[in-house]
Every structure is written in C-alpha cells, then in structure tokens.
C-alpha cells in the first residue's frame, strides 16, 4: 500500500499528524516500508512509528504525507490458500489518483466487484509470465461528503471487493467443521449442564431451555477479547471458557451450541459483519466478519441470541445485529448458505413506559416518576447502576435529573425492580423535588410538563441538502415511547390555558401529545411516540423528517398556566 498526501491547510493538518493503519494482529504482519514528511523544498523527516501507530512530525500546510507498508496475512488449513480485500477508491478528502492491483497466478480464479461504480471502471488485466494482472484506477475522485449518521464509507463510496473464495457455502462448510469440534461435551460440560438442569429437561420447551442456558453463561462467563488469548477464528473448546471463565464471542456462542445440542436442540453459531460496518461490507465470500452470535429454533422459528452482554435480557436484540450481514453456519453442514440481512422479530421492540405524577406547592413540584424499559435500554441501566454502592448510585441518579431542570433538584428516594438479574424489563422508581420551577407572572402561574424523555432534537438538521442517507438506527435505541404525566395543582387552584393536542406523522413513524383536564385542577398529559429505528431516512426525505421534529420539538416546548 502507498499513498502520498498533500496537505494545504490545518484542517488536513489536524487529520493527518497522527494516523493509524487498520490491520488484524492476530493473522497479519505488518511492515512500514517508509513514512516520512516530504517538505516543499524536498527535506525528509521520517515519522516516529509504535506497531501501527505513525505521527508526523514538524508537518505544515504544503508538505506531503507519504506513507508505504506491505500487510502479510496467513491462515489455517482450507482458508489459509485463500485471499480477500477491499480497497476504498472514495475518501473524505480529495484524490487526484487511486490504483489498485492484484496479481494473481493462472490456476487461481479471481472475483471482484466495484460497488458504487458511478463510471463503470473495468480492471485493466495483463498477462505476466504464469501470472495475470488485474488493474483499477481513478482520477480526480468526488469527496465523500462529512454528514451527521450517515452510512458507513462503504455503502456511499466506490469500493472494491477482491476474493478468491468461490461461494459463501465454502466458507459455511469450512467454519462448521473447524467449530463443531470445539462445542463437543466433555466432563466439565456435562458437570454444568446438570447445574442448568437438575432435574432433566422433561417438560421443558426449546425457549425455557434456551433461557437457562443463556442465564448461566451471562451470570457466570465475562466476555473477554484479547488478541493474544483468543484466535482469529477458531473458538476455545467449550470447557476452557467454562474454567477460565472468560471468552468472547465466538467462545461464547460456541459453549451455548455445547450446552443446547446436549439439550437436543437445533442451535448453530453465526458469523456477524455489525451494522456499523454497513450493509454492503460484504460483497463476496470472506472471513471479514466482526463478531458471531448463537442461533437457535424454537418451534418453527430461529431466535438470534447476544452472549457478550452480562446485562442484556433473554432475546433482546442490541441495535448492531438489525441490518447486520450474517451467514448461518450449520452445526452439520448443509449447502445453500448466503449473506443476508438479518431482520429483527416483530416482537423485538425496545420500549420505554414513564409514568410521573407532579404536585405543584407555590413554586415547587414534587414529581414522582416510574420508569420502565426492555431490551437494550434495560442493558444500559444495570450497566449504569447494577453494581454500585447506594451513595455512588444516588449521587449518579441525582445528577441525572438535575440535567432535566433548569432549577435546583433534590433526590429523596429511589428503587429499582430487576437491576441484579436478567429479567426482561427493569424498573426505575424516583421521587425528587424541583425548586421554584414554577413562573408567576401577577395572577398567573406557569409552568412546562416535565416530559423528561427526549424523543427528538433539531440539532442534527442544517441548510444544506443532505446527500447521503440518514441512518436513524445511530440516532435512536427505543421504538415505542409512551408516556403519561399527572399534574395536580393546590387546592383552590385550576388550570387556565392548555396547549392544543399535536397529532403528526412521519413514514411510519407516529407522534400524538394530549392534554385531558380530568378536574379543575387535575391535567393529564399524554405522550405516544412510535420510531422506526431499522431503516434509514432517505435524502429527498430529510426535510420532511426536519419538519415532522420541529413540530415535535415546538410542541414540547410549550407551557401550561393556571390561576
């Protein structure tokens, strides 16, 4: 790889005085051929490099960033012979040249494919003695333009994907065998599984066994990634993660296939490219996945689980697998395996209930506030404020709210509801004092209903027309929120002005605040709030997305007065 860059302002100088080479460590060897400043009157100062680590010394705006290293990759047994790439012709800086070669010998095939091929590049190929030689290049390349959740590089850019893979079975095929080994019983295992089972499976349903498994691994295996413990590819053996204790992923996932097989369950690992690296990460067969998770049937459905979140409740689905490309692997293979788009169960909905009921004293409001969650908001909470002494919880909770407030807060009491287990909602119950949050202008009072969920803001819109999609799923972990809000004012007092109920709607996104006068001086607020966090926002949609939360946002602004 050789690249040279030259930078003619402090922006790019900021970019590039410290950089860092992406390279796997475990199956690659990398080699710095040459890093160095070139200043304009041809003075080299090498770059001072730790592994893949460079920064650029003494650099100005005129100088040029040259950069040349040789990447070594290995691997084992059938994949070891085999070879995939990427190469990013875009960039979010300006390219006056971008190339690309592959030599590849005569008895071996070659795929490729440029996605995002606005100019319909073909390779330039050559013949080379028993070699043949494929070429791409580029000129004078557009910019990636710098937008707010926008897609990762690879789905908006020119991207080139090399492989000498020849389907996504073989890669199936080859990580079924060099797996199924590794989730083999042994004493160890079947020592646990009777502490999952004490008294046998009889009676219990593929979801009940799947869910003690799950809980046992949660509660007694912490995830561990480590380059020097772990392989690239190959799982430890089922029993080293159950003695050690610790594993990541794919140690993970294997011991779950262990233990469920032994239950006589269909279950199977699968390998993960996450959504963060876009949809179309992978064009063609490859091992570049990034994390692998379990499967396994329950009835005549498969349910994906996550095993590397202590936190995470049974069957919740964190926002990396929606959308994320995954390939199954058979536990005995079969053929017919593809890449595909994982998609989430209809019932896989994050929510979030708020109940408040507030009391209004002259200018203070006591408000007592219950939350409810799932999935992996519930997750954030325990990891939040599971294991914490109650003076530390307190002060954190405390610091919290009082970011709700403009006014002085005061926590008094606080509770949770399964914030120590793996229960599928957690619980949070608070009770606090907001001082003089209430505005008196002569007669009249006001004050603005404490909704406390922000459920949009106005801050990721500008003037400029947005180019790429918007990838809402970065924006947003909750689907449904619902929330109600009781507000009851002294006696003798009523409410006078109330806000108009807000009915809008945005694709299939739904949005509806009411207001109900229950008693003179009784009002409860209603909020519905229904997201749509799995597909993205295209461009031409954006100013209507811009609308809908500006009306969101102007309706929550809004105050309600009494007298």
């Given at each position: 790889m050789n690249?040279?860059?030259?930078?003619n302002n402090?922006?790019g100088?900021?970019?590039?005085?410290?950089?860092?080479i992406?390279?796997?460590s475990?199956?690659?060897d990398?080699?710095i051929?040459?890093a160095?400043?070139?200043?304009?009157?041809?003075?080299k100062?090498?770059?001072e490099?730790?592994?893949n680590?460079?920064?650029y010394t003494r650099?100005?705006?005129?100088?040029v960033?040259y950069l040349?290293?040789?990447?070594?990759s290995?691997?084992?047994?059938?994949?070891g012979r085999?070879?995939?790439?990427k190469f990013?012709?875009s960039?979010?800086n300006?390219?006056?040249?971008a190339?690309?070669?592959?030599?590849?010998?005569?008895?071996v095939p070659?795929y490729?494919?440029?996605?995002n091929?606005?100019?319909n590049?073909?390779?330039?190929?050559s013949?080379?003695e028993n070699?043949r030689?494929?070429?791409?290049e580029?000129r004078n390349?557009p910019v990636?333009?710098?937008?707010?959740?926008?897609?990762?590089a690879?789905d908006?850019?020119s991207?080139l994907?090399?492989?000498?893979?020849?389907?996504w079975d073989y890669?199936?095929?080859?990580?079924?065998?060099?797996?199924?080994?590794?989730?083999?019983?042994?004493?160890d295992?079947?020592?646990?599984y009777?502490?999952?089972?004490p008294s046998?499976?009889?009676g219990?349903?593929?979801?009940?066994?799947?869910?003690r498994i799950?809980n046992?691994?949660e509660e007694n295996?912490?995830?561990?990634?480590v380059?020097?413990?772990?392989?690239?590819?190959?799982?430890q053996r089922a029993?080293?993660?159950l003695?050690?204790?610790l594993?990541?992923c794919?140690?993970?996932?294997?011991?779950?296939?262990s233990?469920a097989r032994?239950a006589?369950?269909?279950?199977?690992?699968?390998?993960?490219?996450?959504?963060s690296?876009?949809?179309h990460?992978?064009r063609l067969p490859?091992?570049e996945?990034?994390?692998?998770?379990?499967?396994y049937?329950?009835?005549?459905d498969?349910r994906?689980?996550?095993?590397?979140?202590?936190h995470?409740?049974f069957n919740?689905m964190?926002q990396s697998?929606?959308?994320a490309?995954?390939?199954?692997?058979?536990y005995?293979?079969k053929?017919?395996e593809l890449i595909?788009?994982?998609e989430p169960?209809?019932?896989?909905n994050?929510?979030?209930h708020?109940?408040?009921?507030v009391?209004?004293?002259n200018a203070?409001?006591?408000i007592?506030?219950v939350v409810t969650?799932?999935?992996?908001?519930?997750s954030?909470?325990?990891s939040s404020?599971?294991?914490?002494?109650?003076?530390?919880?307190k002060?954190n909770?405390?610091?919290?709210?009082?970011?709700?407030?403009?006014?002085?807060v005061?926590?008094?009491?606080?509770?949770?509801?399964n914030?120590d287990?793996?229960s599928?909602?957690?619980m949070?119950?608070e009770?606090y004092?907001?001082k003089?949050?209430?505005?008196?202008?002569?007669?009249?009072?006001?004050?603005?209903p404490p909704?406390?969920?922000?459920v949009?803001?106005v801050?990721?819109f500008n003037?400029?027309?947005r180019?790429y999609?918007?990838?809402y799923w970065?924006?947003e972990n909750v689907?449904?929120y619902?929330t109600?809000v009781e507000i009851?004012?002294?006696?003798?007092k009523?409410?006078?002005l109330?806000?108009s109920n807000?009915?809008?709607?945005?694709g299939?996104?739904k949005y509806?605040?009411?207001?109900?006068?229950?008693?003179?001086n009784?009002l409860l607020i209603?909020r519905?709030?229904q997201t749509?966090i799995?597909?993205?926002i295209?461009?031409?949609?954006?100013?209507k997305?811009?609308?809908?939360?500006?009306?969101?946002v102007?309706?929550?602004q809004?105050?309600v007065?009494?007298?």
């Open positions: 690249s040279a860059v030259y930078v402090k922006e100088l900021d970019y590039w005085k410290e950089i860092r992406p390279y796997n475990v199956y690659e990398l080699t051929v040459k160095e400043v070139v200043k304009a009157s041809g003075a100062i090498p770059a490099t730790y592994e680590e460079l920064v650099l100005e705006p005129g100088d960033v040349s290293y040789k990447l070594s290995y691997g084992i047994g059938r994949l085999e070879y995939w790439d990013y012709f960039a979010f300006p390219t006056l040249t190339r690309y070669s592959v030599l590849v010998a005569d008895q070659i490729y494919e440029l996605v091929n606005v100019n590049i073909k390779p330039v190929e013949k080379h070699f030689l494929y070429t791409w580029m390349l990636l333009k710098e937008e707010s959740y926008s897609p990762a690879g908006i850019g991207v994907h090399v492989s000498t893979v020849r389907s890669i199936a095929e080859w990580y079924s065998d060099i797996t199924r080994i590794q989730s083999k019983e042994d004493f295992i079947n020592a646990a009777k502490e999952i089972f046998g499976i009889a219990l349903n593929e979801q009940e066994k799947a869910r799950y046992y691994i295996i912490s995830y561990s990634s380059s020097f413990r772990q392989g690239a590819y190959v799982p029993s080293k993660t003695n050690t204790r594993g990541d794919k140690d993970l996932s294997a011991l779950f296939v233990f032994k006589g369950m269909d279950a199977n690992l699968v390998l993960v490219s996450t959504r690296n876009g949809q990460s992978m490859s091992m996945f990034n994390h692998c998770v379990a499967r049937k329950d009835g005549t498969y994906t689980l996550e095993l590397t979140d202590n995470l409740p919740a964190p697998l929606a959308g490309q995954i390939l199954n692997i058979p005995e293979y053929s017919g595909q788009l994982y169960r209809a019932n896989a994050v929510i979030k708020r109940r408040s009921k009391l209004v004293d203070d409001l006591h007592n506030t969650t799932n999935g992996e908001v519930a954030g909470f325990r404020y599971g294991e914490k002494a109650q003076d530390e919880l002060q909770l405390q610091e919290a709210v009082s970011g709700q407030f403009r006014n002085p005061t926590l008094e009491k606080f509770a949770f509801r914030l287990n793996l599928d909602t957690v949070m119950d009770t004092t907001v003089n949050d209430v505005i008196s202008v002569g007669d009249l009072s006001m004050l603005k909704l406390m969920d922000i949009a803001t801050d990721i003037n400029e027309v180019q999609p918007f990838e970065k924006y689907d449904d619902n109600e009851e004012l002294p006696a003798g009523a409410f006078d109330v806000p807000v009915q809008a709607s945005f299939d996104m509806e605040l009411s207001y109900i006068k229950a008693a003179p009784k209603k519905v709030f749509n799995r597909d993205n295209k461009p031409e949609a954006f100013p997305m811009k609308e809908f939360f500006n009306l969101i102007a309706a929550e809004k105050y007065s009494f007298k």
